[in-house]
């Protein structure tokens, strides 16, 4: 029997939140919220998605402060025939009521100085109050694997949580220069430091055996699977000196002659019905069917005894480590790490209405250390060992176009280059997970109602490109439509007020998989759902000409 809790979370909820490829997020300002297209901005938000931009600001200093709050809710659907209530399904939370972004500008004749800091990755908190499949399946398999060995057993319970927490929070600078009035390019660099933390236990596995062979209390009721185990290895532990025993009893039968009588039929050369019992009880504790029980005389019954005393002590050792396997289990683990990546920009405006952006982010290599707290690890996670985390290499590109002095519409795509990420987090193992790079098409517009009164609206779509070795139901990543809107309002010449909100919806995704019940292999079927949604609320600031 394998182990029975896996905590495997080392991507469990670092990935990207909302908008974004799978380890980046994209979505950082509110008036990337109301408007999904980004990527040609030329406002103060152009600190993040178009660093060559920020030139188009004009002179003097700026500043944007941006929170998201964000909620996202995970379904993973399970059917493997022995979780109680198969299918089921496991329902996750994710939050994050602070989602910061914060962005500041300082432009003097041609050049542009400009900072920001906000969420690259993660940025939010999973909590699974009931766990996942991949940890349950390890318990429910408590019932085939007693039934297997000749104890009755409906029922296995256990109360099992998950927390993990994520966030990769990017420090970045920018310096711009304008060319001309078409032509500016930038070049920043990116710090991204990251923090990982997971929280969880496995507590109270219970099974209710029918087996009072191990202990009166064990007839039916739930208990303890650790305790129930425990009276087990205790069982067979004290079985190898009561066969040597029922053995040596024999020999006197066996010598005056009736070593060819069975063992059943005992009673008729003076055996008792206790002595009779007990032998047959040894037999069966060894493996005998009834059927060779009946059977067998007494010569091979004390032949059988003379060898059952390993095949005990091998059965009380099982049932030991089955013991240490279901005592309760509790994670709490951290994993940092930090990494640079360069950001390189171009901005072009080859007429006063159209406005083309192209951005390329270097791919940031970052490798987490592990820390276990309080000795906690769940037999999984090693303190002080190292996991790959790298974010992807990424090429993004905009245009913005005037169509009527009023009205702005915008067009952006994002390419992840995640082929040159190794996701499996290991530098031992080489699991090849994507098929195609992740790409992003957006569309918004803007329309301006009065002179200081504007109403946005946009759409982003995501295109995956994992295979079947990404998925689980630790992670996953699949097509998403996501519809944001909102309003801009200049409460005065130098502050701007932008609101927006944003709901995405997620295809839903499966995968086949094996489950391994001991050597047998478990054909199963997962399947995966999420919907998400953000509210957000920006204030830009103009001081200067």
């Given at each position: ?100 972004g914060v962005y500041a500008a300082f432009n003097i004749g ?293 169509l009527l002095d009023k009205l702005l519409v915008s067009g ?47 759409w982003l779509g995501t295109f995956a490109g994992v295979n ?78």
């Amino acid at each position: 029997m394998r182990k029975l809790l896996i905590f495997f979370a080392g991507t469990l909820i670092s990935g990207s939140l909302l908008a974004g490829g799978l380890v980046t997020n994209t979505n950082q300002s509110a008036l990337y919220t109301r408007l999904q297209s980004r990527n040609a901005s030329t406002s103060i938000d152009a600190v993040y998605y178009n660093p060559a931009g920020v030139t188009k600001l004009g002179s003097g200093l700026f500043l944007s402060l941006n929170n998201q709050t964000i909620g996202q809710k995970i379904s993973v659907l399970n059917n493997y025939t022995y979780l109680t209530g198969s299918p089921k399904e496991y329902i996750g939370k994710v939050s994050a009521p602070i989602f910061p972004g914060v962005y500041a500008a300082f432009n003097i004749g041609k050049f542009s100085v400009s900072a920001g800091v906000n969420p690259v990755g993660g940025g939010g908190g999973a909590k699974y109050d009931d766990g996942l499949p991949s940890f349950e399946m390890q318990l429910s398999d408590l019932v085939p694997l007693l039934i297997s060995q000749g104890i009755p057993t409906t029922e296995y319970s256990a109360d099992i949580y998950f927390e993990g927490n994520s966030i990769y929070f990017g420090y970045q600078v920018n310096l711009a220069y304008k060319i001309n009035d078409m032509l500016s390019v930038g070049a920043g660099i990116r710090l991204v430091t990251a923090k990982n933390t997971y929280n969880g236990y496995v507590n109270d596995i219970s099974v209710n055996p029918n087996f009072p062979t191990f202990g009166s209390q064990y007839t039916g009721s739930m208990v303890l699977a650790s305790d129930f185990f425990t009276s087990g290895g205790t069982f067979f532990n004290a079985l190898p000196a009561q066969a040597t025993g029922a053995a040596a009893q024999l020999q006197p039968i066996i010598d005056a002659g009736y070593g060819s009588v069975l063992l059943s039929n005992g009673g008729t050369i003076g055996m008792s019905a206790a002595a009779i019992q007990g032998i047959q009880s040894l037999l069966g504790a060894k493996g005998l069917t009834p059927a060779q029980i009946g059977s067998a005389t007494i010569s091979s019954s004390q032949s059988e005894l003379n060898t059952a005393g390993p095949v005990y002590l091998a059965k009380a050792a099982a049932m030991n480590g089955y013991a240490a396997q279901t005592q309760d289990v509790a994670v709490d683990v951290e994993e940092t790490g930090m990494g640079y990546s360069p950001v390189l920009s171009a901005n072009f405006s080859p007429t006063k209405n159209l406005n083309i952006a192209i951005k390329y982010e270097f791919k940031t290599k970052l490798e987490l250390t592990t820390k276990v707290i309080d000795n906690k690890s769940g037999g999984v996670f090693t303190d002080g060992e190292k996991v790959i985390a790298d974010m992807p290499a990424m090429l993004a590109a905009g245009v913005e176009y005037k169509l009527l002095d009023k009205l702005l519409v915008s067009g952006s795509v994002n390419y992840y280059f995640d082929k040159g990420v190794d996701y499996d987090g290991s530098e031992t193992e080489n699991i090849d997970m994507i098929d195609n790079n992740l790409k992003e098409i957006a569309l918004g517009a803007e329309l301006g109602l009065t002179k200081s009164l504007r109403v946005s609206a946009g759409w982003l779509g995501t295109f995956a490109g994992v295979n079947s070795d990404y998925q689980s139901d630790q992670r996953f990543d699949v097509n998403t439509n996501s519809f944001g809107g909102g309003i801009g309002y200049k409460i005065t010449p130098m502050i701007d007020l932008n609101l927006g909100g944003q709901y995405t919806i997620y295809k839903e995704g499966a995968k086949d998989l094996t489950h391994m019940f001991g050597p047998i292999p478990v054909p199963v079927r997962e399947t995966y759902n999420k919907n998400a949604w953000v509210v957000a609320v920006g204030l830009d600031f103009h001081f200067g000409k």
